[in-house]
């Protein structure tokens, strides 16, 4: 019924670029902050990016700052991460999360998740 959808992994190049896309389904993602988890092998799920409700501000992980840029579109009920200047060190599965402000700190605060996406960054 209220979902997020995820789109857009796959096998890229070093240096490559991707665009992952989530997409709410069953409701309005106007309402939600929206942030951007990975979690690779061995790891814990790491926090890279979020934006808040109104698009106004946005944050990104050291790891990814410069090189990932987040961004929303109310028309397509949409958030998008664009992905350049891939790395290996970048694959991992990549989940967006919907809920407040305080789910781009806690994923706790989070109060729906997409299914994740697999990115491999390879040569």
């Known amino acids: 019924q209220l979902q997020l959808v995820e789109s857009g992994g796959g096998l890229v190049q070093p240096g490559g670029s991707l665009r992952l896309s989530c997409v709410g389904s069953?409701?309005?993602?106007?309402?939600?902050?929206i942030a951007w988890f990975r979690q690779a092998p061995g790891k814990e799920r790491e926090g890279i990016s979020g934006i808040t409700a109104s698009g106004e501000l946005v944050k990104y992980a050291e790891s990814v700052e410069g090189r990932f840029t987040i961004s929303r579109d109310s028309a397509e009920n949409a958030v998008y991460l664009q992905m350049n200047s891939l790395k290996p060190e970048d694959t991992a599965i990549y989940y967006c999360?919907?809920?407040?402000?305080?789910?781009?700190?806690?994923?706790?605060?989070?109060?729906?998740w997409g299914q994740g996406t697999q990115v491999t960054v390879f040569a």
């Open positions: 069953g409701f309005t993602l106007d309402y939600y902050a």
């Open positions: 999360a919907a809920g407040p402000d305080l789910c781009w700190y806690s994923p706790g605060e989070c109060t729906y």
